[in-house]
């Protein structure tokens, strides 16, 4: 029995999307980042930090989406959606599955200033501006070296996949056409039966209430 604990549109997608791919039947528990579920004891007790994703299997749990990436990857060597220690990509490999954090902690930082302050008044423009700013350039550095139609040479891979969720995420607060090679990518990436059949079962997302967030007039 697979059980993935998720929140729509939240890092447990990425867990969800690679499923998909495995072709690995699992069950989803959903839950709400606003409605305090995340911190009941039941849920804490998977997932120390009250945070998703948390995946049962075969009698244990992990929490880390990065980490259960590569396990199941480990698992299913079959599918090929990790290059093998010493394979010409494996550095490439690893560097993009960390760098995916590196988008992803700066979207994050943009999620606690912008959406969940309660009153958003609190928020600092300069940060904000700051944040976004770099933000940018981690995407812009990306779209610079974008040679293959995937992240690596060899092809699709989980690398794609955690990186992959941050852009979905950027896109709420940067604007996406200066980014003519990642846009193309992610044309490709959401045409993959996998991310069709994973977004079917995503579930209604209620972090953003809007498609998205300009700066703030005092940081402009």
Same mark, same amino acid.
């Given at each position: 029995m697979i059980r993935l604990h998720h929140v729509p549109l939240g890092r447990s997608f990425r867990v969800m999307w690679l499923l998909e791919e495995l072709g690995l039947d699992y069950e989803v528990a959903y839950y709400s980042i606003r409605d305090g579920s995340l %911190?009941?004891? $039941?849920?804490l007790a998977l997932s120390p930090a009250g945070r998703v994703p948390?995946?049962?299997? *075969? *009698? +244990?749990?992990? /929490? +880390?989406?990065g980490a259960i990436l590569q396990v199941l990857c480990e698992r299913h060597p079959e599918a090929g959606l990790a290059p093998e220690p010493g394979a010409p990509d494996r550095g490439m490999y690893l560097e993009?599955?960390?760098?995916? +954090?590196?988008? *992803?902690?700066?979207? +994050?930082?943009?999620?606690?200033? %912008?959406? /969940?302050? %309660? $009153?958003?008044?609190?928020?600092?423009?300069?940060?904000?501006?700051?944040?976004?700013?770099?933000l940018r350039a981690a995407l812009g550095a990306i779209d610079a070296r974008m040679a293959h139609a995937h992240l690596l040479p060899s092809g699709f891979s989980a690398a794609d996949i955690m990186f992959a969720y941050g852009f979905e995420l950027a896109r709420y607060y940067v604007q996406m056409a200066q980014f003519p090679a990642l846009?193309?990518?992610w044309d490709r990436l959401r045409a993959r039966p996998g991310y069709i059949a994973a977004k079917a079962r995503d579930g209604v997302q $209620?972090?953003?209430?809007?498609?998205?967030?300009?700066?703030p007039e005092a940081a402009t």
């Amino acid at each position: 029995m697979i059980r993935l604990h998720h929140v729509p549109l939240g890092r447990s997608f990425r867990v969800m999307w690679l499923l998909e791919e495995l072709g690995l039947d699992y069950e989803v528990a959903y839950y709400s980042i606003r409605d305090g579920s995340l %911190r009941s004891p $039941d849920f804490l007790a998977l997932s120390p930090a009250g945070r998703v994703p948390a995946l049962e299997i *075969g *009698g +244990e749990v992990l /929490f +880390e989406s990065g980490a259960i990436l590569q396990v199941l990857c480990e698992r299913h060597p079959e599918a090929g959606l990790a290059p093998e220690p010493g394979a010409p990509d494996r550095g490439m490999y690893l560097e993009m599955m960390h760098y995916s +954090e590196t988008v *992803g902690s700066l979207v +994050e930082n943009l999620n606690l200033n %912008r959406v /969940f302050l %309660r $009153d958003p008044a609190d928020a600092s423009p300069v940060v904000i501006k700051l944040l976004t700013a770099r933000l940018r350039a981690a995407l812009g550095a990306i779209d610079a070296r974008m040679a293959h139609a995937h992240l690596l040479p060899s092809g699709f891979s989980a690398a794609d996949i955690m990186f992959a969720y941050g852009f979905e995420l950027a896109r709420y607060y940067v604007q996406m056409a200066q980014f003519p090679a990642l846009m193309a990518y992610w044309d490709r990436l959401r045409a993959r039966p996998g991310y069709i059949a994973a977004k079917a079962r995503d579930g209604v997302q $209620d972090l953003y209430d809007r498609d998205f967030y300009p700066l703030p007039e005092a940081a402009t």
